[in-house]
């Protein structure tokens, strides 16, 4: 069963092929190329936010070195994507889905919880609630599999642990 696409969309579909088909940037542009010759990190600089961050200070001088040199890579790493240009991109406000739908499946309301609140009493002096115990607890989809399976030994419902002492028998 095939659908025919629409003109428009198979278009759209060649223009977001070609797109995806060569990538428009690298990591390795992202990195400068060559060391900076005049760093803009001072040691100075670079103790005090050792110090500001609880980090351990440079053993050596060439490990101060490589701390300098990591961050400048850093550094420069950051300057790049600051480049980017994002006229007309909505900044992101937080990884989930927004969206109407989303938002309505994320609700809780006090209709998605009757089930579980019928099932609940007040119980003790501060009235605090709990399940009651005459109510079943649907565990459909939970508690399906069967533990058992793994287990090189069983011995009815329960599974075997030999021990260092034991020859892994169950006592009576």
């Known amino acids: 069963m095939s659908r025919a696409i629409p003109t428009t969309a198979r278009n759209s579909y060649r223009h977001i092929s070609q797109l995806l088909s060569k990538p ?3 990591v390795r542009a992202l990195l400068p190329s060559e060391p900076s010759s005049t760093p803009t990190i001072t040691p100075k600089q670079l103790h005090h936010l050792l110090r500001l961050s609880a980090l351990p200070q440079p053993s050596s001088p060439a490990a101060e070195a490589s701390m300098i040199a990591t961050l400048e890579s850093q550094l420069h790493f950051v300057r790049a994507i ?10 992101l406000r937080s990884i989930r889905d927004e969206t109407a739908a989303g938002s309505e499946d994320a609700t809780i309301s006090v209709d998605s919880l009757k089930d579980a609140l019928e099932n609940e009493e007040t119980w003790g002096h501060c009235q605090r609630p ?11 989809g939970i508690e399906d599999w069967d533990v058992l399976t793994t ?3 069983k011995v009815g419902r329960y599974f075997v642990v030999k021990s260092a002492k034991g020859a892994g028998t169950p006592e009576s």
């Open 151 to 153: 287990a090189s030994q």
């Open 24 to 26: 428009a940037w690298s």
């Open 130 to 140: 709990r399940r009651r115990r005459d109510a079943p607890v649907d565990t459909a």
């Open 82 to 91: 600051q480049q980017v240009d994002t006229t007309g991109v909505e900044p």
